[in-house]
């Protein structure tokens, strides 16, 4: 929030933002209120009716990800992998070359 609060006191009109936790906007609110700064919230949407909030159907945005991971099956033949993060070590490791 201290990012909003900058934004607030730098006189931006206006600030887009993702709420990470809904419950604790309360302050920065008023702040942006008292200054004129409308606060447009998406992908979470606050715990609050004060300001406008931005957000998308969540039901669909599902069937789209589900959809996205058919088709990739379906791309590739059935053979697919799931390696997770590259930064994890197994995954990292899982195409290198075994050693004697």
Same mark, same amino acid.
């Given at each position: 929030? !201290?990012?909003?609060?900058? @934004?607030? !006191?730098?006189?931006?009109?206006?600030?887009?933002?993702? #709420?990470?936790?809904?419950?604790? @906007? +309360? +302050?920065?609110?008023?702040? #942006?209120? *008292? #200054? &004129?700064?409308?606060?447009?919230? @998406?992908?979470?949407?606050? =715990?609050?009716?004060?300001?406008? *909030?931005?957000?998308?159907?969540?039901?669909?945005? &599902? #069937?789209?990800?589900?959809?996205?991971?058919? =088709?990739?099956?379906?791309?590739?033949? &059935?053979?697919?992998?799931?390696?997770?993060?590259? +930064?994890?070590?197994?995954?990292?490791?899982?195409?290198?070359?075994? *050693?004697?």
């Amino acid at each position: 929030m !201290a990012a909003i609060d900058n @934004f607030i !006191a730098a006189g931006y009109d206006a600030i887009t933002f993702i #709420a990470v936790n809904p419950t604790a @906007f +309360s +302050s920065v609110i008023k702040r #942006a209120q *008292q #200054a &004129g700064t409308v606060l447009v919230p @998406f992908d979470n949407v606050l =715990d609050t009716d004060a300001i406008v *909030q931005v957000n998308e159907n969540q039901f669909e945005l &599902g #069937a789209m990800k589900a959809q996205a991971v058919v =088709d990739a099956i379906q791309k590739a033949k &059935g053979k697919v992998e799931g390696t997770g993060a590259g +930064s994890l070590r197994p995954a990292g490791q899982r195409h290198r070359p075994r *050693q004697p």
